[in-house]
């Protein structure tokens, strides 16, 4: 009888403890690895969705955020810019949006929008990548009588409509680019997730 000294119950223990130290041992080795394969904090701020409040924008305003490095315009457009869109259907390029990588398809509509009111835009010229400047108003002196409002690029004379829509005979070729985005709440726009069908 030669395990007749043995305690079995402390052997258990023994085994279990080892078991234990062991397996932290591993993890505590697997832990870098693993976490080196995970995007940085950098990365993931950089596609990550950006949040939008759009009740603090006044109507006719235009506020500005960025999404993936890039200009992201949201404007609350008013009743009397909206009404100028039917009137600029001939003066621009692509009228109907049909080039497809210009908007989501929730965004293929007279409005490039999701609702009406709200136009969200990637603010970078189509035609060499500069940034628009925003000018809402009517016949301006330096953009003529014609002028309904809209956006001006400065460094090439490219002009888009309050849709984002191209006019004719610029350098720019395409309209402006609609992110994908959707409204999580009356109140919240989320730029950079398209949340499924309008």
């Known amino acids: 009888?030669?395990?007749?000294?043995?305690?079995?119950?402390?052997?258990?223990?023994?085994?279990?403890?080892?078991?234990v130290v062991g397996g932290a041992g591993a993890a505590a080795m697997a832990a870098p690895f693993l976490t080196s394969m995970s995007p940085s904090a950098r990365a993931l701020?950089?596609?990550?969705?950006?949040?939008?409040?759009?009740?603090?924008?006044?109507?006719?305003?235009?506020?500005?955020?960025?999404?993936?490095?890039?200009?992201?315009?949201?404007?609350?457009?008013?009743?009397?810019?909206?009404?100028?869109?039917?009137?600029?259907?001939?003066?621009?390029?692509?009228?109907?949006?049909?080039?497809?990588?210009?908007?989501?398809?929730?965004?293929?509509?007279?409005?490039?929008?999701?609702?009406?009111?709200?136009?969200?835009?990637?603010?970078?010229?189509?035609?060499?990548?500069?940034?628009?400047t925003y000018r809402p108003e009517v016949a301006p002196a330096d953009l003529g009588a014609n002028w309904q409002g809209g956006w001006y690029c400065a460094c090439h004379g490219s002009r888009f409509d309050l849709a984002g829509r191209v006019f004719k005979n610029v350098p720019a070729a395409t309209n402006l680019v609609v992110p994908p985005y959707y409204f999580a709440s009356e109140q919240l726009l989320i730029v950079g997730q398209d949340g499924g069908a309008a």
């Open 1 to 19: 009888m030669a395990n007749s000294g043995v305690d079995k119950h402390r052997r258990h223990l023994l085994i279990a403890a080892a078991s």
């Open 45 to 132: 701020a950089a596609g990550a969705p950006v949040e939008v409040d759009v009740s603090n924008i006044e109507p006719g305003q235009l506020i500005r955020v960025i999404w993936r490095g890039k200009p992201v315009w949201v404007v609350n457009r008013t009743e009397e810019m909206l009404a100028t869109l039917p009137g600029m259907d001939s003066r621009v390029r692509d009228p109907h949006s049909d080039v497809l990588t210009q908007q989501p398809e929730y965004a293929k509509n007279e409005y490039r929008s999701r609702k009406p009111e709200y136009l969200v835009l990637i603010g970078i010229c189509t035609h060499l990548g500069c940034s628009p």
